[in-house]
């Protein structure tokens, strides 16, 4: 069940809603991103990123799997498995290692990770609907 929903109109207001999710957001949070292509996801991310303290350039971890930001004392990981063929191949880069209590992750595609993957703290989805985004979380 969702306790949240938002909508969102243009690429600010992603970002903006990244803040907000980010106020809530403590080590430990495995963060689920769902949603079509292009619906948003690094988006929100970005916004969480900047929330927590990251200067720099954020890029979608699209073909490395994952991207690592030291910020303060905590590491965020963005994971982005949709290039991911065999969730199997979350063992071979030791995916198990990624996730302690000094972590936040956040996952898109987390569907393509099967058991691989851990449980969520929370998860978010991301709709279109007609020349906007629906958010619930």
């Given at each position: 069940m969702t306790?949240?929903?938002?909508?969102?109109?243009?690429e600010q207001e992603m970002?903006?809603?990244?803040?907000?999710?980010?106020?809530?957001l403590k080590a430990g949070d495995i963060v689920y991103l769902c949603g079509d292509l292009g619906a948003?996801?690094?988006?929100?991310?970005?916004?969480?990123?900047?929330?927590?303290g990251f200067k720099g350039s954020v890029k979608s971890p699209t073909y490395t799997l994952v991207e690592t930001y030291p910020i303060n004392n905590i590491i965020l990981q963005h994971?982005?498995?949709?290039?991911?063929?065999?969730?199997?191949?979350?063992?071979?880069i030791g995916i198990r290692d990624y996730f302690?209590?000094?972590?936040i992750?956040?996952?898109?595609?987390?569907?393509?990770?099967?058991?691989?993957?851990?449980?969520?703290?929370?998860?978010?989805y991301i709709d279109y609907h007609n020349d906007s985004r629906?958010?619930?979380?």
């Open positions: 306790k949240n929903k938002v909508s969102t109109h243009n970002l903006d809603l990244g803040i907000r999710i980010a106020q809530s948003g996801k690094t988006t929100l991310s970005k916004g969480i990123l900047q929330c927590l994971f982005d498995l949709y290039r991911l063929s065999d969730p199997e191949e979350l063992e071979w302690n209590n000094d972590t992750s956040l996952i898109e595609w987390p569907q393509k990770g099967g058991d691989f993957l851990p449980r969520p703290t929370k998860t978010i629906i958010v619930r979380w």
